[in-house]
Structure formats: structure tokens, C-alpha cells
């Protein structure tokens, strides 16, 4: 299996900050990257595809990049509605894999 | 607009079984990706499993593959996941997806699965 690892698990920021959260992979998954962002008692929102494509109606302080086994989210201009849980996965092979979370937190 | 609503919290005895379903709106599911994803403390999210109906046969986890069936009928728009001999670790949220490209853009509001004597 991929295995993907976050860091940092937690993540301390101000709104109006500038965060990055990056996810590596124990293999490489090609452009095959999605970010999520889940708040409590919430279903996952994806946010970015195929490493850098926004999704529909994320706004544009999101972002993301890397390639092969190392990919980054950036948050841009951290607003208030921004503070929960990133979670990055591969869709490369099966099974697909998480990361373990990166929870944003107000500082 | 794509919707997936799944069918409400169950409380299970250990060994028993459990049947979560997932009823798509919006959508025709013939030749869509539906997925199902647990999240629990420990383990925090897990691909499950997933089905295109059209071409029938599931696709597994390992870690699922004994224990996990995962159908669709396509008549009601209806994705399921049942899980054979419960433990208390399969206590967890279930979630179905569907996959645009591979990406999981729709969730369905989530199951949780309770299992304790």
C-alpha cells in the first residue's frame, strides 16, 4: 500500500496568515494527489484534484502543488472558516490512502 | 446537483452484520464510481471498497476483502456496503463517495456504526 505522510500534525496559525501543509508519498503517484478539508461532524470537502486543479467553488486562496512523492496545500490570507482538518490521499492504486490530518488551529 | 444520502446509525451486537446504504440523486449511478470510506480515531480515513454497477464486480481494500460486500441496484439509485462479523474496532463514520476523474467530489453524509455488546 502508499502510505502517505502529513506534516505537521498541527498546526497553529492567525487569520490572515499564510500556511502550507505538505504530504509525502511512500510512492510515487503521479499527478493522482487530492486535498480534502473536513470539519466536526462533516463529510470531507474536496478541495484541490490532480494536485493543483481547484475544485468548484473552493476559493482561490487555495492551492496546490509538488509532483511525484512530494506535494504541498498552501492557504493563503487564512480566513476564519479555514480552521478544521487537511487531509491529503492518492488515487493512484488501489487501495487509496490517506494522510493521517493536519489540524489547523487558531493561534 | 449530486446528492447521496445514506440510511441512518446502527447499533450492532459483535458478529453480527451490518448493511449501510447509500440512494444517489442526480445522478445515474449505471456508470459512476461510487466508493465507501470509514473514518475512525485510530485509523482516521480508509478506502473501503467501491463499485461502477456497469461493470459489476467490486473493487476491495485487502484489509476488507473477507468481510465487506459492496453492491449496487441500479433501479434505486442505491450503492451498499454490508460488513460481516462486526468487532468492536469497526466501530466508525461510513461514508460512500463518488469519484469524478477519480477524485472524490460528492459525500454522503455519513453512517455511524456502533458495535458493542
Known amino acids: 500500500d502508499i502510505q502517505m505522510t502529513q506534516s505537521p500534525s498541527t498546526l497553529s496559525a492567525s487569520v490572515g496568515d499564510r500556511v502550507t501543509i505538505t504530504c509525502r508519498a511512500s510512492?510515487?503517484?503521479?499527478?493522482?494527489l487530492a486535498w480534502f478539508q473536513q470539519k466536526p461532524g462533516e463529510a470531507p470537502k474536496l478541495l484541490i484534484y490532480k494536485v493543483s486543479s481547484l475544485e468548484s467553488g473552493v476559493p482561490s486562496r487555495f492551492s496546490g502543488s509538488g509532483s511525484g512523492t512530494e506535494f504541498t496545500l498552501t492557504i493563503n490570507s487564512l480566513q476564519p472558516d479555514d480552521f478544521a482538518t487537511y487531509y491529503c490521499?492518492?488515487?493512484?492504486?488501489?487501495?487509496?490512502?490517506f494522510g493521517q490530518g493536519t489540524k489547523l488551529e487558531i493561534k | 446537483q449530486v446528492q447521496l444520502v445514506q440510511s441512518g446509525a446502527e447499533v450492532k451486537k459483535p458478529g453480527s452484520s451490518v448493511k449501510v446504504s447509500c440512494k444517489a440523486s442526480g445522478i445515474t449511478i449505471t456508470r459512476q464510481a461510487i466508493s465507501w470510506v470509514r473514518q475512525t480515531p485510530g485509523q482516521g480515513l480508509e478506502w473501503m471498497g467501491g463499485i461502477i454497477p456497469i461493470f459489476g464486480k467490486p473493487d476491495n481494500a485487502q484489509k476488507f476483502q473477507d468481510r465487506v460486500t459492496i453492491s449496487a441496484d441500479e433501479s434505486t439509485s442505491t450503492v451498499y456496503m454490508e460488513m460481516s462479523s462486526l468487532r468492536s474496532e469497526d466501530t466508525a463514520m461510513y461514508y460512500c463517495?463518488?469519484?469524478?476523474?477519480?477524485?472524490?467530489?460528492?459525500w454522503g453524509q455519513g453512517t455511524l456504526v456502533t458495535v458493542s455488546s
Open positions: 510512492q510515487r503517484v503521479n499527478s493522482w
Open positions: 490521499q492518492q488515487y493512484n492504486a488501489y487501495p487509496y490512502t
Open positions: 463517495a463518488r469519484a469524478r476523474e477519480g477524485a472524490f467530489d460528492s
